[in-house]
């Protein structure tokens, strides 16, 4: 862990303003000394997990954010053990490129089962 940002999550509302609230929580968590030059790319991979977590999974939904060593560790967790879908959606399509954003931004991610839901994590390369 990096010792300019300790490890940190919030609780989220169970409703599209979560997608708000991530990006202002990572925003205002995110590594002085590392995260940087990651900011964009954590202000949209967390809206896209916070998005799917209310639409496709059930309260409660938390984000959590921590400066790893050589990443950025982003999880959004909801209490759905449902996990997240990777779709091929057709170019005329208004929604269903989550996931497929998440593999194409971070370095890795993936879901870890939760005794009440799931998690989403995903990393961003410093």
Do not use: I
């Not at 967390?46 to 799917?52: G, K, M, P, R």
């Not at 400066?67 to 208004?94: I, N, T």
Request: hydrophobic share 40%; net charge negative; aromatic share 2%.
């Amino acid at each position: 862990m990096c010792e300019a940002m300790p490890e940190a999550g919030l609780d989220l509302p169970a409703d599209l303003s979560a997608a708000r609230e991530a990006r202002a929580f990572v925003r205002a968590r995110l590594c002085p000394q590392h995260g940087g030059e990651l900011l964009d790319r954590a202000l949209l991979v967390v809206s896209e997990l916070a998005v799917n977590a209310v639409e496709h999974g059930e309260p409660p939904v938390r984000a959590g954010v921590e400066c790893r060593s050589g990443v950025l560790h982003l999880e959004v967790s909801d209490g759905s053990a449902a996990p997240p879908r990777v779709s091929a959606p057709g170019p005329e399509a208004e929604s269903g490129r989550g996931v497929n954003l998440v593999q194409t931004v971070c370095s890795a991610w993936g879901v870890r089962p939760e005794p009440a839901g799931k998690t989403v994590w995903c990393d961003l390369p410093v």
